[in-house]
């Protein structure tokens, strides 16, 4: 189980890593700052870039106290928060990752909730350090709390920005969320058909 654990933890820390390096640097096919930023915008998320670099500083946070077993509920909490916010984002595509809904936060949500009450194991630096006791139904379920309500905050903002948008519709040339996601998965269609 101690292996299993470890690897769980590296697997998701290494996506939740990719996953940031997107948003902020524009690696392994991302969009950047600025890129990410035009599209969480599109999505009501407002500022965009700022929100892009929180997003993506949240997830590096998170994927470094998953991967190394620091601290862990609190990286998991920091990743059912992040993950969240993009779930409910793309929920309006439905659930299927390939038709740009939620499946793809929902499952590394799930993924660190899951850790959250099992701990990282006994290789980990929270074993090391002696604060192993961080782990158990407790800590999962303050976890999974914290991180649910923290994503309430960018969730509130985007549904008051998105409410402004529907009273004037197509005034600032944003597409409507679902929209969007229809417009990338078409996007996406196209792209693997050529």
């Known amino acids: 189980m101690s292996l299993g654990l470890l690897i769980l933890r590296v697997l998701l820390a290494a996506l939740l890593f990719g996953h940031a390096t997107q948003k902020l640097r524009g690696w392994f096919g991302g969009a950047g700052l600025v890129g990410t930023g035009v599209a969480f915008e599109r999505l009501g998320f407002v500022p ?13 946070t998170g994927a470094a106290s998953i991967a190394t077993g620091l601290l862990t509920p609190a990286g998991c909490a ?5 993950v969240t916010v993009a779930a409910v984002a793309n929920s309006t595509n439905g659930f299927w990752a390939q038709r740009g809904g939620c499946e793809v936060p929902f499952w590394y949500g799930a993924v660190a909730a899951v850790l959250g009450f099992t701990g990282p194991g006994p290789w980990s630096l929270d074993t090391t350090l002696g604060l192993d006791n961080l782990s158990g139904s407790a800590q999962g379920l303050a976890a999974l709390a914290l991180g649910l309500l923290a994503s309430v905050v960018p969730l509130t903002a985007r549904a008051r920005v998105l409410r402004e948008r529907a009273g004037a519709p197509e005034a600032d040339g944003c597409e409507s969320p679902r ?9 996406r269609v196209s792209r693997s058909i050529k």
């Open 48 to 60: 965009g870039a700022r929100m892009a670099l929180v997003a993506g500083l949240a997830e590096l």
């Open 78 to 82: 920091v990743v059912v928060g992040t």
């Open 179 to 187: 929209a969007a996601g229809r417009s990338r998965w078409k996007l």
